[in-house]
């Protein structure tokens, strides 16, 4: 088994394929040609693979961008495409991925993960599912007020399994 890695141009076409089998459930013709002639490697992000002799059998994409809230600049990073071929499934695969995902994505600066589509692999790894929001608004002088003491987080305030997570990038 070789990754996860940033898949390679000469993977591009295999990976197309695969993602058309997990999600169509054919297999597409992909014209390779075009395919590697339009790659451009990506500075941060992209198609993350585990391959087996070569050809990616699980898959995640990344997409950086960057919001404004109130002013301020959040880095977010996409999780989507997610797939495993199935021949290969429930074998932990795409958690392996996911888990390497995350921690690469915080690794380049993203603060934020948003994934698309609901599944056990996304709630496992303790996402928050789309339509259930936890609404926090601070203004800025409320430090103090009803004992309400405002402070920078600590690792303290970090899940365990989060800081274990990070820890097995360094």
Avoid at 104 to 123: N, P, Q
Wanted: proline residues 4%.
């Amino acid at each position: 088994m070789d990754g996860p890695r940033l898949i390679r141009r000469e993977e591009l076409a295999a990976s197309r394929r695969l993602n058309s089998l997990c999600f169509r459930g054919i297999v597409e013709e992909v014209d390779e040609e075009a395919l590697m002639a339009s790659y451009t490697p990506p500075q941060r992000g992209g198609i993350q693979v585990l391959c087996h002799r070569g050809v990616p059998i699980s898959q995640i994409d990344i997409v950086h961008s960057r919001v404004n809230v109130y002013g301020s600049h959040l880095r977010i990073a996409s999780i989507g495409g997610v797939c495993t071929h199935p021949d290969y499934r429930e074998q932990g695969l795409a958690t392996h991925l996911l888990d390497y995902c995350a921690r690469k994505l915080t690794a380049e600066g993203g603060r934020l993960m948003l994934i698309s589509g609901v599944r056990g692999l996304y709630t496992r790894a303790g996402c928050v599912t789309a339509q259930e929001f936890e609404y926090i608004a601070l203004r800025t002088r409320i430090s103090g007020i009803n004992g309400l003491r405002v402070r920078p987080a600590t690792e303290a305030d970090a899940p365990q399994r989060y800081l274990e997570s990070t820890r097995k990038l360094s």
